[in-house]
Nanobody, 121 residues
Framework: QVRLVESGGGLVQPGGSLRLSCAAS????????MGWYRQAPGKQRELVAG???????NNADSVKGRFTISRDNAKKTVYLQMNSLKPEDTAFYYC???????????????WGQGTQVTVSS
């Protein structure tokens, strides 16, 4: 069983920074994708930033130039550095990982439990 543990959310003033972390553990053989999504009240969950196994990234237009996704393969951890935060960044942030497990050819996906990010003065 694969488990994702997120950390780093909280309350920050506009213009501030936060760094989210998501560590994966369990019977992971290969990781194909690690990414961050967010969901604000009354809105659909949206991709914020994602990174493929080859290192290519895909960021939402709303966060380009402010958020940076990175990963530590050895630690099976993905990070989201969020700078110049705005009130509209307020949401529950979830990490998602696509992976294969030892002895299986299929690709599975798991979600983290989510962490609240609130940007307010």
């Amino acid at each position: 069983q694969v488990r994702l543990v997120e950390s780093g959310g909280g309350l920050v003033q506009p213009g501030g920074s936060l760094r989210l972390s998501c560590a994966a553990s369990g019977s992971i053989f290969s990781i194909y994708f690690m990414g961050w999504y967010r969901q604000a009240p009354g809105k659909q969950r949206e991709l914020v930033a994602g990174m493929s196994s080859g290192g290519s990234t895909n960021n939402a237009d709303s966060v380009k130039g402010r958020f940076t996704i990175s990963r530590d393969n050895a630690k099976k951890t993905v990070y989201l550095q969020m700078n110049s935060l705005k009130p509209e960044d307020t949401a529950f942030y979830y990490c998602k990982v696509k992976y294969s497990t030892t002895g299986s050819a299929s690709i599975s996906a798991s979600w983290g439990q989510g962490t609240q990010v609130t940007v307010s003065s």
